[in-house]
C-alpha cells in the first residue's frame, strides 16, 4: 500500500478531520488552530524541547536521487569517517551540551558496511546515551545487531508517497525501491527501536497530498507498532549541490496550518523542526508543537571540527576523480544548506525566553535495567 490517493470514503474519522484542517482558511480560522495547538502541545509535553544533533558519518552514495546533494551523479567531495574521527566530533557536541545525537550516513555498501555502522554505534553509545540512525534501510536481521549495539531510534523518511513521482525522482540505486522503503519502520519496530521517526520531503509534491499520505502511514503505524514511540518531520527544501528546483514550494503560512494539523489530530506524537528552517520561523512555530529540535547542525562528515579533511576525494559521476588542486583539504560537501545557523547556546537561550527549556538527555539505557 502506498497511502497515496487513498479513497477518502473509506478513511477513519481521525484521518477525515486531518483532511478537513488542511483546507484553505482564513487567518482567523488559523489563529484559532494555532491557539488549540499550542494548548495540545503544553498539555502532551509541558515546555520541554528534545535537544539533539546530526552526525554525519559519510557523504559517500550510490543512489541517483535528483533532489539530493549526496546523490551519486554530482560532482562533489566526499569522505567517510573512522572512528577516531566521529568521537572527535561527538566529543564536541558533548562540549556544547548534546547527549541525543543522530548518526547519517548515505548509501554506499562499499563503505557503509562489513560492520561499519555497529561499530559507530558502540563508540558513540559508549559516550552519549542516545543514538539515533538515519541510515539505508536494512532488513530486520540487520537491524537487530545495531539496536544490540546502543541505537534506541530509527528514522526514515519516505521523501514522497506519490509511487510515480518516486519511480521519476529516484533515478538508480537501491533506493529506487519504493515498497522496500515504505516497509522501513515496521521492521525497525520488529528489531528492537523503541522510537521511529517518518516524514515527507515538502516540496516535492503537492503539500496537501503529501501530509495526508504522512497522516494515514502514521495512522498505520501507531495502530501495527503501538509499543513504540513516534516523531514526524516535515521538511521542507533546502538548496544543495545539483540545483533541484522543488515545483510545489511549501510556504510559511501553509506550513503552519500543516504543523498545527498534526499536532490537533496526533496530540502525542513527537513533531521534529530542525535546521533546515529559519531562527525566527522555529522561534514562532515553537508553541504549536514542537518537542524535538537540532541546534548548530552540519550537515557534512566531519562538519563539527574538521575531520577527514585530508581524506576527502571527488566524484563525477560516481567515479572518482583527482580533485582540482584549489579543493585539496577543502570541507566535504553537505547534504543541503541549513538555515538557522544560530549555536546550540543561543537556541537554549531562546528557548527560554519563549518559556521553554532544552532538555539535553530524556533517554538512558538504565532505565531499561534499573
Given at each position: 500500500m502506498s497511502f497515496w490517493n487513498a479513497d477518502p470514503t473509506t478513511a477513519s474519522p481521525l484521518i477525515r478531520r486531518f483532511t478537513s484542517l488542511l483546507a484553505p482558511i482564513g487567518d482567523a480560522r488559523l489563529e484559532e488552530m494555532a491557539q488549540g495547538a499550542a494548548l495540545l502541545t503544553r498539555r502532551n509535553f509541558g515546555n520541554a524541547v528534545r535537544m539533539f544533533a546530526?552526525?554525519?558519518?559519510?557523504?559517500?552514495?550510490?543512489?541517483?536521487?535528483?533532489?539530493?546533494?549526496?546523490?551519486?551523479?554530482?560532482?562533489?567531495?566526499?569522505?567517510?569517517?573512522?572512528?577516531?574521527?566521529?568521537?572527535?566530533?561527538?566529543?564536541?557536541?558533548?562540549?556544547?551540551?548534546?547527549?541525543?545525537?543522530?548518526?547519517?550516513?548515505?548509501?554506499?555498501?562499499?563503505?557503509?558496511?562489513?560492520?561499519?555502522?555497529?561499530?559507530?554505534?558502540?563508540?558513540?553509545?559508549?559516550?552519549?546515551?542516545?543514538?539515533?540512525?538515519?541510515?539505508?534501510?536494512?532488513?530486520?536481521e540487520d537491524y537487530k545487531p545495531l539496536v544490540a549495539a546502543g541505537a534506541e531510534a530509527l528514522l526514515v523518511y519516505q521523501e514522497t508517497y506519490d509511487p510515480e513521482l518516486y519511480s521519476q525522482l529516484h533515478v538508480a540505486g537501491p533506493k529506487r525501491d519504493y515498497a522496500w522503503r515504505l516497509a522501513c519502520a515496521e521492521r525497525g519496530y520488529e528489531a528492537g527501536f523503541r522510537r521511529i521517526g517518518i516524514g515527507a520531503l515538502f516540496g516535492l509534491a503537492d503539500w496537501r497530498a503529501e501530509a495526508v499520505a504522512l497522516a494515514l502511514h502514521l495512522e498505520s503505524l501507531l495502530k501495527r507498532c503501538w509499543k513504540a514511540q513516534f516523531t514526524v518531520s516535515l521538511p521542507r527544501m533546502r538548496p544543495c549541490a545539483g540545483e533541484f528546483e522543488p515545483k510545489h514550494p511549501l510556504g510559511d503560512r501553509d506550513f503552519t496550518?500543516?504543523?498545527?494539523?498534526?499536532?490537533?489530530?496526533?496530540?502525542?506524537?513527537?513533531?521534529?523542526?530542525?535546521?533546515?528552517?529559519?531562527?525566527?520561523?522555529?522561534?514562532?512555530?515553537?508553541?504549536?508543537?514542537?518537542?524535538?529540535?537540532?541546534?548548530?547542525?552540519?550537515?557534512?562528515?566531519?562538519?563539527?571540527?574538521?575531520?577527514?579533511?585530508?581524506?576527502?576525494?571527488?566524484?563525477?559521476?560516481?567515479?572518482?576523480?583527482?580533485?582540482?588542486?584549489?579543493?585539496?583539504?577543502?570541507?566535504p560537501t553537505e547534504q543541503f544548506s541549513i538555515a538557522d545557523e544560530r549555536s546550540p547556546a543561543e537556541v537554549a537561550a531562546a528557548l527560554r525566553r519563549l518559556g521553554f527549556e532544552a532538555v539535553w538527555k530524556d533517554w538512558d539505557t538504565g532505565i531499561m535495567t534499573a
Open positions: 546530526p552526525l554525519y558519518l559519510s557523504n559517500e552514495c550510490i543512489n541517483s536521487c535528483t533532489y539530493c546533494g549526496f546523490s551519486r551523479e554530482n560532482a562533489i567531495l566526499r569522505v567517510t569517517l573512522d572512528i577516531a574521527q566521529i568521537l572527535e566530533e561527538v566529543r564536541h557536541l558533548k562540549a556544547q551540551g548534546f547527549r541525543s545525537l543522530l548518526l547519517v550516513a548515505g548509501e554506499h555498501p562499499k563503505f557503509v558496511s562489513n560492520g561499519y555502522l555497529e561499530r559507530c554505534i558502540k563508540a558513540v553509545a559508549a559516550e552519549v546515551p542516545s543514538v539515533a540512525l538515519e541510515v539505508a534501510p536494512l532488513d530486520v496550518q500543516l504543523m498545527c494539523a498534526f499536532r490537533v489530530c496526533f496530540p502525542q506524537v513527537g513533531l521534529v523542526m530542525s535546521t533546515r528552517e529559519t531562527a525566527a520561523l522555529r522561534d514562532a512555530l515553537l508553541p504549536l508543537g514542537v518537542t524535538m529540535m537540532s541546534a548548530g547542525s552540519h550537515t557534512e562528515p566531519g562538519g563539527y571540527t574538521g575531520q577527514g579533511r585530508d581524506a576527502v576525494h571527488h566524484t563525477v559521476g560516481g567515479r572518482v576523480v583527482a580533485p582540482a588542486p584549489e579543493l585539496v583539504g577543502n570541507a
